[in-house]
C-alpha cells in the first residue's frame, strides 16, 4: 500500500525542486539525523515531509523493527541457508549475547578475539618470529571478496594507527596480482595469512599454493608452517591443508563473508595497527548497533539512510547511486560498499520466492573526491541519468602541517552538493556568456552548454575525524543500511547465490582452455573465444 502512495507522492511533486523545500530555514535541521557527533544531512534531496511519513510507514509495514530484533537475538533470518546473522555479535562486548541453538555466542567470540590479539602482539613485538630468526617484516592476506574487501578497506582507512608490520592484501587469481605483491617482499620475513570463510574458493586456495611454493623455496618445506596462519569457518580444512590449529582462527557460520570484518578476518589489520585499535573500531560498530536499536523513527540514521536510498532507486526510479568520500583512506570504500550492497540486496526473488515487483538495490559505484570531479562528475552534473550522491567527509584531517589542503578538501565537497542542487538556469548561463563579450547566436549556442539542470540530490555524511572508532561507526551505518533496504524490499539480504553459476561455469572452462576436453557444448561466442586464447597463446 505504501509503495503505491510513495509513488503516487513523487507524481504529485511534480517538478518540485530540491532548492524550493530549502527555503524553509529549519530544512537542513529537520531532514537530518545525529548519532553522537555524526550528523547525516539528507536535506538535498526531495524527501519532503510527507516522503519521509510515508517512507516510514513502508518501514513499518515491512516489520523492519521486529526483524531487527530477531537479528540481533540469533534467529535464522538467513532463511535460504537456514542460518543466524550474528556478525553484530563480533563486537559486542557483552556481558551475555544472543543465542544460536540454545547457547550464548559471545564466550567463543572474546576468546577467539583475545587470541587473535596474543598472536597479532607475538607479530608485532618479534615473540613470534620467522623460521630463520629476526622479524616478519611484513604479512600477506590472502582472501578475496569478504575476505579481502572489508581488511583492505580498514588498513588504507586507519593508516596514521600503522605501526606494526607492513600489510599486503593479494585477491586476484590472476597471477600478476601475488607476483607483483611477492616481488618485493623477503619470504624469510613475510608471513602469509589464508583468509577464506569456506576454505575452498579457488582464487584464495590458488594463491595460497603459489605463496606456499614462495615461501619453501625459501625457507624449506619443514617449517614452513610458522610463516602462515588461517582464519576461516571450515577449520578441518585448514588443518588439511597443513596449517597448524593454534594458528588457525575460526569464526562460526553465522558470520557472513562481507559482513566479517569484526572478527578474525580482521587479523590483518589487527596486526597492522594493534589491538587496542582494533578494538576501539569494535566499539564504534557496537555504539552504531545500540543506535539502530533504540533511536526511533527519523532519529534512527541507519533507517533514514535506508529510506533514503529507496526513495532514490525505487520510488524515483534511479539506478544507480554515487559513494563519493572526500576521504582519501577511504578510497576502497567504493568497491567494499559494492559487494556490502550489490552482494546483498541485487536480487529479484522475494524472501517467499516471488518474483520482486519492485526494483532490487541499486548500482553502487565511485571514487574518492576531488579525483572523481576531474573523471565523472561532468555526467552527474549534466548527464541525461539522475545519479544520486553519498558525500562522506571529516571535519578534521590527520595532517594538522596540511589542514589548508583539508579546508580545501571540505570546501570541494560541500560545493559539490550545493552545485548538484541548485544547478545553473540558461538565464544565468546567457549573463556569463554576455559578461565574456559574447553575442546573438553565439551567445545562445554557448550559454546552453553551460546550463546545469540542477535539482540533482545528495546526502552528505559529516563526521570529526576518521578514528578507528568513527569508521567501526560507518561501516555498521552501511551494514544497517543494507539490512533495511533488504527487509523493505522482502528479500534475504545474506545469501549470494547469483556468484555460482559463474564460478561453475569456469571450473568448466578451465579444461576447455588446457585442451583436455573439446568444449563442443559451449555457444559459438566462448567457443570462438576459446579458440582464440589457445591459438594466440600457442
Ligand atoms: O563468491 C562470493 C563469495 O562467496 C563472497 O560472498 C565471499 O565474501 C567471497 O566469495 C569469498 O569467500 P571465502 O571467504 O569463503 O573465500
Known amino acids: 500500500m505504501s509503495w503505491n502512495a510513495l509513488t503516487g507522492h513523487r507524481e504529485q511533486q511534480g517538478d518540485l525542486r530540491i532548492a524550493e523545500l530549502m527555503e524553509d530555514a529549519g530544512r537542513a535541521e529537520a531532514f537530518s539525523v545525529r548519532m553522537d557527533d ?24 515491512a516489520g523492519v523493527t521486529a526483524r531487527r530484533d530477531a537479528m540481533f537475538s540469533g534467529q535464522p533470518i538467513n532463511e535460504t541457508e537456514g542460518r543466524a546473522v550474528l556478525h553484530t555479535a563480533l563486537r559486542d562486548p557483552g556481558p551475555s549475547g544472543a543465542r544460536v541453538d540454545g547457547q550464548d555466542v559471545l564466550p567463543e567470540v572474546h576468546a577467539t578475539l583475545d587470541r587473535m590479539e596474543e598472536f597479532a602482539n607475538g607479530l608485532r613485538t618479534g615473540k613470534v618470529r620467522p623460521v630463520n630468526g629476526g622479524r616478519f617484516t611484513d604479512v600477506v592476506n590472502i582472501g578475496i571478496g569478504g575476505s579481502d574487501l572489508g581488511p583492505a578497506m580498514a588498513t588504507l582507512a586507519l593508516a596514521p594507527w600503522h605501526d606494526g608490520p607492513r600489510l599486503h592484501y593479494v585477491s586476484n587469481v590472476d597471477g600478476a596480482h601475488i607476483h607483483d605483491t611477492l616481488d618485493g617482499l623477503d619470504p624469510k620475513t613475510t608471513l602469509v595469512i589464508v583468509a577464506s570463510k569456506t576454505f575452498t574458493t579457488i582464487e584464495t586456495m590458488t594463491n595460497a599454493d603459489t605463496a606456499r611454493r614462495w615461501l619453501v623455496n625459501a625457507i624449506g618445506d619443514d617449517e614452513v608452517g610458522r610463516h602462515f596462519a588461517a582464519v576461516s569457518s571450515a577449520v578441518d580444512k ?19 563473508g562481507r559482513y566479517s570484518l569484526w572478527g578474525p578476518v580482521g587479523l590483518g589489520l589487527m596486526i597492522a595497527i594493534g589491538p587496542k585499535p582494533f578494538r576501539e573500531m569494535l566499539a564504534g560498530g557496537h555504539d552504531m548497533d545500540a543506535h539502530f536499536r533504540t533511536a526511533e523513527g527519523a532519529e534512527n540514521m541507519p533507517l533514514m539512510l535506508a529510506l533514503v536510498g529507496i526513495w532514490h532507486r525505487q520510488v524515483c526510479g534511479h539506478p544507480t547511486r554515487a559513494v563519493l568520500p572526500y576521504d582519501q583512506r577511504l578510497s576502497r570504500l567504493p568497491a567494499y560498499l559494492q559487494q556490502l550492497e550489490m552482494e546483498s540486496n541485487g536480487k529479484s526473488v522475494a524472501m517467499d520466492g516471488s518474483t520482486l515487483t519492485v526494483p532490487s538495490g541499486p548500482v553502487v559505484w565511485g571514487e574518492p573526491g576531488t579525483n572523481g570531479q576531474h573523471a565523472f562528475y561532468q555526467l552527474i552534473h549534466q548527464g541525461t541519468e539522475v545519479v544520486p550522491c553519498e558525500f562522506l567527509v571529516a571535519a578534521r584531517g590527520h595532517e594538522p602541517d596540511l589542514a ?12 559539490q552538493s550545493e552545485a548538484l542542487m541548485k544547478g545553473r538556469s540558461l538565464d544565468e548561463a546567457r549573463a556569463i556568456m554576455a559578461e565574456a563579450g559574447l ?36 561501516i555498521a551505518l552501511y551494514e544497517h543500511r543494507v539490512f533495511v533496504e533488504g527487509v523493505v524490499l522482502g528479500i534475504n539480504s545474506f545469501d549470494q547465490w547469483g556468484v555460482e553459476l559463474g564460478k561453475e561455469l569456469a571450473k568448466a572452462l ?13 555457444d559459438p561466442s566462448t567457443r570462438m573465444l576459446v579458440d582464440y586464447v589457445q591459438t594466440t597463446r600457442g
Not at 589548508?404 to 560545493?415: D, G, R
Not at 578451465?510 to 559451449?522: C, F, I, Q, R
Request: hydrophobic content about 40%.
Open 38 to 61: 555524526m550528523v547525516l544531512d539528507y536535506s538535498k534531496t526531495l524527501v519532503d515531509q510527507g516522503a519521509r511519513d510515508l517512507l516510514l510507514e513502508l518501514a513499518g509495514e
Open 238 to 256: 585448514t588443518a588439511q591443508w597443513g596449517i597448524d590449529t593454534s594458528r588457525v582462527f575460526g569464526f562460526a557460520d553465522w558470520v557472513g
Open 404 to 415: 589548508h589542503q583539508h579546508a580545501l578538501l571540505v570546501a570541494n565537497c560541500l560545493a
Open 439 to 474: 553575442t546573438g547566436d553565439e551567445l545562445e549556442r554557448q550559454a546552453r552548454h553551460r546550463v546545469f539542470p540542477g535539482n540533482r540530490p545528495s546526502t552528505t555524511l559529516v563526521y570529526p575525524q576518521l578514528t578507528p572508532r568513527m569508521l567501526g561507526r560507518i
Open 510 to 522: 578451465a579444461p576447455v582452455l588446457a585442451g583436455e576436453t573439446d568444449g563442443a557444448d559451449k
